[in-house]
């Protein structure tokens, strides 16, 4: 350290002689900027909580994400936030966050884990079974229904539209038509 | 919404209420549930606005409020009934706008009988099915055509009926798209004719006084009056006011006459379509205005564009001529129907093979997420996703969600953590109660863990129908993944299971569109580009500009015709971040609104029949005489250029069947509608009806609740009985359910989370100090509360905020129960959904969770199989039997 | 003369007296309690950018505040206050007639307050007073702030804080505090909780024009019948020499938690100033310490 850092030193020379303010500013201090400024990127983002759609800035460094808050140039929500979406930052990178797949067989006990590729082959086995095995093509009346009751889907209301649009798009080419989401609950 | 004005979303946006007189509060606890919209009404009462809120409880919005008017969870139809009345009373109505606008003048035919001629119940009712044939609705000297999603009343005819559960949702289909009448109303400009809309609606309130309001309500009349006072008094020319409501309006056996009584009044009034204005439906997630639009709904294809029905839509020609109108935008379905197609099934759609519409699989009646659940206890269902939701402590009578859950095959969920509906087998309620044993159940599980917004790329639509583009930071950490990129991939190894197949079953997935580019490390699909497949593309594979270019052809595509534009020229427009302070008010420049980026809708009602603002101080569009087009602040909700002079020629169809003063461009008729001829299950008109479950009689009829609403005999969802029959006394509370400020629905994006589990940690009750001292219940000791469905306890809050009140002479008490807890997670808690019945809405299948009745006593609830041995002593105690509550 | 009394004579700015030249202007909170929603952002916000931690789950019962009060680990806290009392002319609705034997009878009156409270941020800081280590130190912002590389955890500031708003979080000693995100400040940023507040009820400012707002406010707000209103912390002739976060409420302060009539701890008390004397005589070895200490 520089002598001239010293604050008793600083404290004697400068006009803070009660030593309150300038002289006793620790390296700390001194050197403190706001990680929203040395962060990589500012991505912009919607607070994934209610419908208001507040618009938020997501600071990066490193590739994780070191901040979350408003921007202010929604012409909604004027850079401000709830305390929902002000926990955006744990929300997102929190320690309740789970990232593995899980499976539970038939009668089991506990979760085993899962490799993820193995996990989407198994469902989609599984959907496929059962949509052969529920498949519709006629109601009693001879009215055409090709589809199947055997498989059914609730959410949409928390996801994106694209992911939306994907679900109804798949699942109404594999004849499954109970997709529901929150909008009845 | 969609019945009344064409659209069923909100018909304003949240800035725009800065610029109301008035703001009246109902149905939604704004400053707790949308705080940030909430800085809107803030400025407007920095203005000088009045703003009153009406709910049960005195919340934090009650706590802003000049005026807090606390009623009777059940009965907003009674008090917004009273409104209407007060205004046709005292003429506060704005009559100019009443004679262009509404269908005020229109006559209604003579075999019309109304609740007041019926005791209580409309013409055309079918008991036995528990259905209204809505032919008597309709106007005089014309034929009502089908309507988008109303064939299930023909098909009822022709197929004799099957009960609640043949009932689509047709309040939804016309989310985008009001009904469809064809020929040539007859009309009464005078408004004077017996049977004009104006005498009808004057005639159906004409019993909704202040006395009677208070009879219903518990709202004494003086406070009432105050609000007929302050709501009027700010509508007309010069002044508007604005209704915001949220799912205190529409979890209800009549949620969808509520806000229909909400649109009447503004109707009247002069406030749609107008700066400060309007209706705010206030939706409670990121996009589930978008998840209506791009339906995760089973009666619906994307931009409310009805599913097929089995019989009666066998060809496209048939589904198009059912249910498209010849007048109004919906007049050019076939263009959007067969755009879908093509972006589903691409080259494989051709004019010769009906564009694949055979591909779409048919509806027989309801299929809504609450058959679901029956179907997979009874076993036929037995595949499920659950994707970012909680059924098991979001959804009424969550014990039902957990025992069909308990019979399916197999279950997939999506979610951050391990939420209740992923974790039930093995420490939900009913595995302590010794209901379920784990090792009985056989349903096998998956968790797949899900990515945060911040790791994906993609829309969401707001409350106000606004789409706003998120970007990824970074992709997502282990096996957590977006769900674009779970069903993008599972539909690419079921279509590789399934390559090669020739059964005609495997048709419809082999054949769909779904090359979608990846990016990155996982392969995450483009977002971009099933946003550009959903905007749609012209024959030379150009992005289109606007809904108005697709075909019905073939030549063009597009995945969702409302949205056609956001991806206009190529650009992405929900990214669009403009700064508000470098544009208008309106700031259209920050993402992209449906439809065609208006953000007040109907807004040629701003201006007067020859196209000036009704007065400057309320000035938003106006016809440019010069220009010759419509100018002003938003984009005008109607054709550029059609001047306010245009009549339609003889035969015009579609959007040139609309005059130069029709403001409601979807419907038909151009109108607002006062009264609604086709396309609600329930009726033309809201009237009172008392909840499913209620301590009171219904004072205005003998009819006591909706008569087609939808109730279900099941065991496990037995109802209370009827008011003054004996047994009744038993549950002599009314609960309501309700969200607060630190927690999100269910739970599952909060009770994890330490910052905010620590602002509300733990589930309780709200109760008056009277009904405290009434049942021995002391302030942060324990209750149990019991309906018979089930019982739960929670911490008692004992608050001078929650308040008796005075109904039909007698004191009635309410409890509040905030619904997010479950016990997994941070912060834990009974879930109040135990306690809700399913009896539902008829038009759009949404649970009453916002009024029912219940017992509360002190102490904790039993453990063990002592937890249903009390509901059972309840019910016996009750007399309640399959039977209870079921009467029409 | 007193510690105090030197300072005003010494020209009445705290960050020139504590030896800033060309320093920005002081700058503040003005915590507007009228249009509170109680929404808690500004808890969750503060925690957030300062990774504050979570302090324990407890349901208290004192309405919805289950934070209780500021602390080493609660730098903003929402204060939750019902009361049968009329707020200017609103029309609470509610109607306690007392029956059943409870002790509600017959009230119609309620009004629900809600109130951001904050560490001050004291022209005349007694933390910074007795802090013998010079972790507490004035900023160009005119601010106060722990320094959490210089603190040593000896706890002298706490029993001087006249708002009891310092305190030492368990498991690690040091004392804690709002910075009034002195981070953020050094680049233009307005502070977390500010920038969150949905109604703009925190509002971040130029202290003197804060002033000159909050008087209108209380001027306008009296004018619409809300007789109660009054700021609180305002005036640089109260015992602290006015805050730099001050606040307009609407009853009492007791009611709020606040004292009524907070007076410096180190003015005027010879045994204080002993003490601050000492704690002076023992910065500049305390502080060589420290910094030697960590010599990297």
């Known amino acids: ?185 | 919404m969609g019945t009344s004005f064409g659209r069923g979303g909100a018909t304003t946006f949240q800035q725009d209420l800065q610029n109301s007189d008035c703001i009246v509060i109902e149905g939604s606890n704004m400053a707790e549930c949308h705080p940030v919209g909430f800085q809107w009404v803030m400025e407007a009462k920095a203005r000088g606005a009045t703003v009153i809120h009406v709910d049960p409880r005195y919340t934090r919005t009650s706590a802003l409020a000049d005026v807090h008017v606390p009623l009777r969870a059940g009965t907003d139809i009674a008090f917004l009934g009273g409104i209407i009345n007060y205004v046709f009373e005292h003429e506060k109505y704005f009559r100019e706008y009443l004679v262009s606008y509404t269908n005020a003048t229109t006559i209604i035919n003579d075999r019309y009988l109304d609740t007041e001629d019926l005791d209580g119940v409309f013409s055309g009712l079918d008991r036995e099915n528990r259905t209204y044939d809505f032919h008597t609705w309709q106007y005089e000297g014309m034929e009502v055509q089908a309507a988008s999603g109303q064939r299930d009343e023909q098909y009822q005819d022709r197929a004799g009926g099957g009960g609640t559960v043949r009932h689509a949702a047709r309040g939804e289909s016309h989310g985008s798209g009001g009904a469809a009448i064809s020929g040539d109303p007859e009309h009464d400009p005078e408004m004077l004719h017996t049977r004009c809309v104006f005498q009808v609606v004057k005639r159906h309130f004409a019993r909704y006084t202040p006395a009677v309001v208070e009879e219903i309500c518990g709202v004494p009349q003086d406070l009432f009056l105050k609000v007929c006072e302050a709501v009027t008094s700010n509508s007309g020319r010069d002044r508007t006011t604005a209704f915001v409501y949220a799912v205190g309006w529409t979890q209800h056996t009549v949620g969808v006459q509520y806000i229909r009584t909400a649109a009447i009044l503004q109707l009247l009034l002069g406030n749609i379509g107008r700066p400060g204005g309007g209706i705010m439906a206030l939706r409670g997630h990121a996009s589930i205005q978008g998840s209506t639009d791009i339906p995760t709904l089973f009666n619906l294809l994307p931009g409310y564009i009805p599913m097929p029905h089995a019989h009666e839509h066998e060809s496209l020609d048939a589904f198009i001529e059912a249910d498209a109108p010849d007048k109004g935008y919906w007049g050019n379905m076939r263009a959007y129907t067969v755009s879908l197609l093509k972006a589903w099934w691409g080259a494989s759609a051709t004019d010769e093979n009906d564009f694949c519409f055979d591909y779409l699989p048919r509806l027989t009646g309801s299929h809504s997420t609450y058959e679901t659940v029956l179907a997979q206890m009874d076993g036929s269902c037995k595949g499920y996703f659950i994707v970012g939701e909680n059924p098991a402590v979001g959804s009424a009578n969550a014990r039902m969600q957990r025992l069909g859950m308990a019979k399916l095959d197999w279950l997939v969920v999506r979610d951050f953590s391990l939420i209740e509906s992923a974790t039930w087998w093995k420490d939900g309620p009913e595995i302590e109660s010794g209901e379920l044993r784990t090792e009985d159940i056989p349903t096998e599980v998956f968790f797949f863990p899900a990515a945060a917004h911040t790791e994906k790329n993609g829309s969401f639509t707001n409350t106000q129908r606004m789409l706003q583009w998120h970007f990824m930071a970074h992709e997502p950490e282990g096996a957590a993944r977006s769900d674009l990129w779970f069903y993008y991939h599972l539909g690419r190894i079921i279509r590789q299971k399934l390559a090669g197949s020739a059964d005609p079953m495997d048709r419809p997935v082999l054949d769909l569109t779904w090359d979608y580019p990846t990016e990155g490390s996982i392969e995450e699909p483009s977002a971009e580009a099933v946003l550009a497949e959903i905007n749609g593309w012209d024959p030379e594979g150009r992005p289109l500009a606007s809904y108005q270019q697709l075909k019905d052809d073939g030549s063009t595509s597009c995945g969702c015709w409302i949205y056609c534009g956001v991806y206009a020229d190529g650009v992405n427009q929900a990214a669009r971040r403009k700064p508000w302070h470098e544009q208008n008010w309106v700031a259209n420049e920050w993402g992209w609104a449906w439809p065609a980026n208006r953000r007040i809708l109907y807004n040629r009602a701003s201006a007067d029949p020859d196209g000036k603002p009704w007065s400057e101080r309320k000035a938003l569009v106006w016809w440019d005489e010069e220009k010759a087009e419509w100018a002003g602040h938003d984009i005008a909700d109607f054709s550029s250029t059609k001047p306010p002079g245009y009549r339609p020629p003889e035969g015009a169809t579609a959007e040139d069947a609309i005059s130069g003063t029709d403001p409601f461009v979807m419907q038909p008729d151009g109108k607002g509608w006062l009264f609604v001829p086709s396309g609600l299950t329930d009726g033309p008109l809201p009237t009172h009806y008392e909840p499913q479950d209620s301590p009171f009689r219904n004072p205005l009829y003998r009819q006591q609740r909706n008569p087609v609403r939808q109730v279900f005999k099941r065991k496990e969802n037995r109802y209370h009985p009827d008011p003054e029959s004996p047994g009744s006394d038993v549950f002599p509370y009314v609960v309501t359910t309700y969200r607060l400020t630190e927690h999100h629905t269910a739970g599952g994006m909060t009770r994890w989370l330490p910052y905010l589990s620590e602002l509300q940690p733990e589930f309780f009750c709200e109760v008056s100090p009277e009904l405290a001292a009434e049942r021995g219940l002391e302030h942060m000791g324990w209750a149990t509360v019991v309906t018979a469905r089930n019982v739960i306890e929670a911490r008692v809050m004992v608050t001078e905020r929650m308040t008796p009140l005075t109904v039909q002479g007698r004191t009635v008490h309410q409890i509040g129960l905030p619904y997010h807890w479950g016990p997994n997670g941070y912060s834990t808690g009974d879930a109040a959904n135990e306690l809700v019945g399913l009896s539902l809405d008829p038009n759009v299948h949404i649970q009453e969770a916002k009024a029912f009745t219940a017992d509360i006593r002190p102490g904790r609830r039993p453990r063990g199989p002592g937890r249903g041995a009390l509901v059972e002593e309840y019910q016996r105690r009750a007399g309640i039997g399959e039977e209870t509550g079921m009467a029409i | 003369m007193t510690l105090t009394e030197l300072l005003r004579t010494a020209g009445g700015d705290p960050a020139t007296n504590a030896g800033y030249r060309d320093h920005p202007p002081r700058m503040g909170f003005f915590t507007d309690t009228s249009v509170c929603i109680g929404c808690k952002a500004c808890e969750v916000a503060c925690k957030e950018w300062n990774h504050v931690p979570e302090d324990g789950l407890e349901l208290t019962g004192m309405s919805y505040d289950n934070t209780q009060g500021l602390g080493a680990d609660t730098w903003r806290h929402v204060a939750f206050i019902e009361q049968r009392k009329q707020l200017g002319s609103q029309e609470p609705g509610v109607f306690h007639d007392g029956r059943n034997g409870s002790t509600a009878g017959g009230s119609s009156q309620l009004r629900w307050l809600m109130a951001s409270d904050v560490c001050k941020h004291c022209t005349e800081a007694a933390c910074l007073d007795v802090c013998p280590t010079g972790s507490l130190f004035r900023t160009e912002f005119g601010t106060v702030v722990v320094q959490e590389d210089i603190c040593n955890g000896c706890g002298y500031c706490i029993p001087a804080c006249p708002y009891g708003v310092i305190d030492q979080r368990k498991g690690d000693g040091r004392a804690w505090k709002c910075t009034l995100c002195y981070d953020r400040l050094s680049v233009g940023m307005e502070p977390a909780c500010a920038q969150a507040c949905p109604t703009d009820s925190i509002q971040f400012g130029v202290l003197d024009e804060l002033r000159q707002r909050a008087a209108a406010r209380v001027g306008q707000l009296r004018d619409a019948g809300v007789a109660d209103a009054r700021l609180y912390g305002h005036d640089p002739d109260d015992g602290v020499g006015g805050d730099g976060a001050f606040f307009l409420l609407l009853d009492e302060p007791e009611v709020y938690g606040l004292p009524p009539d907070p007076v410096v701890t180190t003015r005027d008390l010879p045994a204080m100033w002993r003490h601050a004397a000492i704690a002076a005589a023992s910065l500049a070895a305390g502080v060589a310490a420290t910094f030697l200490g960590r010599r990297p």
């Not at chain 1, 600071?59 to 955006?88: N, Q």
């Not at chain 1, 928390?158 to 994907?166: A, K, P």
């Open chain 1, 1 to 185: 350290m520089a002598l001239d850092r010293w604050p008793v030193l600083r404290q004697l020379r400068g006009e803070d002689r009660l030593g309150r303010g300038a002289a006793v500013k620790s390296e700390r201090s001194e050197g403190l900027t706001p990680r929203t400024s040395s962060a990589d990127e500012v991505v912009k983002s919607i607070c994934p909580y209610c419908a208001v759609g507040c618009a938020q800035n997501v600071y990066v460094k490193d590739g994780r994400v070191v901040h979350i808050e408003g921007d202010p140039d929604s012409p909604v929500s004027r850079g401000r936030l709830c305390p929902k979406g002000s926990a955006s930052l744990q929300l997102t990178t929190g320690e309740a966050r789970l990232h593995k797949v899980l499976y539970r067989r038939p009668h089991g006990t506990d979760w085993e884990e899962l490799e993820l590729d193995r996990a989407m082959d198994m469902v989609a086995d599984r959907v496929l079974k059962t949509r052969s095995e529920t498949f519709e093509w006629e109601d009693g009346e001879g009215a055409r229904l090709r589809r199947t009751l055997g498989i059914a889907s609730l959410g949409g209301a928390t996801l994106d539209n694209e992911e939306n649009y994907l679900m109804k798009k798949l699942y109404t080419a594999l004849g499954a038509i109970q997709i529901e989401n929150q909008a009845r609950i």
